[in-house]
């Protein structure tokens, strides 16, 4: 089975550009999705497909991809963008989603 | 704007079975660019992958959990259901109801819409 990895924890000034990166074997195949998680919320899916947006998410929010890295850039951190972040990918078929472990943002 | 909710037991003893519904409205549950799919996480702990189902039924399971779950779908109610049997104590954890995109030519995607989640705790 895959696996995707993350750091546990990324810490930022506010201003600064975070980067959090994932980690899995299975990412030159399949596409990566982060999700964002505050507090006593339901996850918000903040990148599609490796780089893109949905509507209503801060043009901060960016993603990449390469090998068997993806990567959540987040431009210009604020306050507000402490959080846990999650990746998420699929098998090969796609019908089996696997989750990242989870990284805990902190805006120092 | 599509909604999630979550119901069910907050406590339920170990051994027994976990069930859960979750009821969609304000979009269409019958769509074939939707799956549907339940998620798990622990107190103070990352996401898990149940299951998902598709409208005409179909199912997959994660293989770690595959021989204890039921997830399926009634699309007159719009509900999707999980039941989780045998439950311990390592069950106890809020449980998410998440709609699951398919892009087509085989590309399923993200999770893009969630419920609130419901926590559950196994106890006795």
């Known amino acids: 089975s895959y696996e995707l990895t993350q750091p546990p924890s990324v810490s930022v000034s506010p201003g600064q550009t975070a980067r959090i990166t994932c980690f899995g074997d299975i990412l030159p195949k399949q596409y990566a999705y982060w999700y964002q998680q505050k507090p006593g919320q339901a996850p918000l899916l903040i990148i599609y497909?490796?780089?893109q947006r949905p509507s209503g998410i801060p043009e901060r929010f960016s993603g990449s991809s390469s090998g068997t890295t993806a990567t959540l850039t987040i431009s210009g951190v604020q306050a507000e963008d402490e959080a846990d972040y999650y990746c998420q990918s699929a098998d090969n078929s796609g019908l089996y989603p696997m989750f990242g472990g989870g990284t805990n943002l902190t805006v120092l | 704007q599509l909604q999630l909710q979550e119901s069910g037991p907050g406590l339920v003893r170990p051994s027994e079975t976990l069930s859960l519904t979750c009821t969609v409205s304000g979009g269409s549950i019958s769509s074939s660019s939707y799956y549907w799919g339940w998620i798990r996480q622990p107190p103070g702990k990352g996401l898990e992958w149940i299951g998902n189902v598709f409208h005409t039924g179909s199912t997959y399971y994660n293989p770690s959990l595959k021989s204890r779950v039921t997830v399926s779908v009634d699309t007159p109610k719009k509900q999707v259901s999980l039941r989780l049997n045998s439950v311990t104590a390592a069950d106890t954890a809020v449980y998410y109801c998440?709609?699951?995109?398919?892009?087509?030519?085989?590309?399923?995607?993200?999770?893009?819409?969630w419920g609130q989640g419901t926590l559950v705790t196994v106890s006795s």
């Open positions: 497909k490796d780089i």
């Open positions: 998440a709609r699951r995109y398919y892009y087509g030519s085989g590309i399923i995607g993200g999770f893009d819409y």
